[in-house]
Each structure stands twice: as structure tokens, then as C-alpha cells.
Nanobody, 119 residues
Framework: QVQLVESGGGLVQAGGSLRLSCAASGSFFSINDIGWYRQPPGKQRELVATITRSGRKNKADSVKGRFTIYRDNAKNMVYVQMNSLKDEDTAVYYC?????????????WGQGTQVTVSS
């Protein structure tokens, strides 16, 4: 069983910053890709940013230059620093992790944390 717990969401003014954290716990051998997705109101879930175990990053064009993803493998944590926030960044942000459990790769999701950007 693997749990992902997000924190750091909240209400922020446009142009402000937030840092989201995701902590992975439970019984797993390793975490491969881990990252963030978001679901804006009335829209489908979309990629924000992901990072491989070796540190290679993938980000949505809409957040390039504003969001930075990084991870701490020793602590099984992933973070996203979000700067210059815009109204369109308002969404529920979900942590997603690819975890190896018993030699099999599984996908896990957190419960989500709300980010609201007000103008």
C-alpha cells in the first residue's frame, strides 16, 4: 500500500507564489517518475510537471518559466515551486507517482490539494 499526501495549496493573489509538497509513504521498492497534474474547474486533468528518478524533467508549456519541480529521493518527496501564478492556474493539484511494488510498476494518486488564484 502506497500513500501520497499533498500539502501547500491555498488561496493566493495573481502574481504570487506557492510551493506544493507531496510525501510518499508505504511499502514500495522505489519511485520512478513522480510529479504533478491538475484539474481546473470544469476541465480534464492535465499534466503540470514530472521528474524522473534521475532528475529529468517534463513540464507543460503553460508553466515553463514559472514552475519548478524537484524531488528528494531520500525523503520520498516531490515539490513544485509555483511563481507568477495566474488565474488559469486555479485547479486541484494532484500528485502522481510510479512506484515499484513487488517487482511490478503501479500508478498512485494523491487526494489533491486546491490552489486558487485570485486577481
Amino acid at each position: 500500500q502506497v500513500q501520497l499526501v499533498e500539502s501547500g495549496g491555498g488561496l493566493v493573489q495573481a502574481g504570487g507564489s506557492l510551493r506544493l509538497s507531496c510525501a510518499a509513504s508505504g511499502s514500495f521498492f522505489s519511485i520512478n517518475d513522480i510529479g504533478w497534474y491538475r484539474q481546473p474547474p470544469g476541465k480534464q486533468r492535465e499534466l503540470v510537471a514530472t521528474i524522473t528518478r534521475s532528475g529529468r524533467k517534463n513540464k507543460a508549456d503553460s508553466v515553463k518559466g514559472r514552475f519548478t519541480i524537484y524531488r528528494d529521493n531520500a525523503k520520498n518527496m516531490v515539490y513544485v515551486q509555483m511563481n507568477s501564478l495566474k488565474d488559469e492556474d486555479t485547479a486541484v493539484y494532484y500528485c502522481r507517482a510510479e512506484c515499484v511494488v513487488g517487482g511490478i510498476l503501479y500508478i498512485y494518486w494523491g487526494q489533491g490539494t486546491q490552489v486558487t488564484v485570485s486577481s
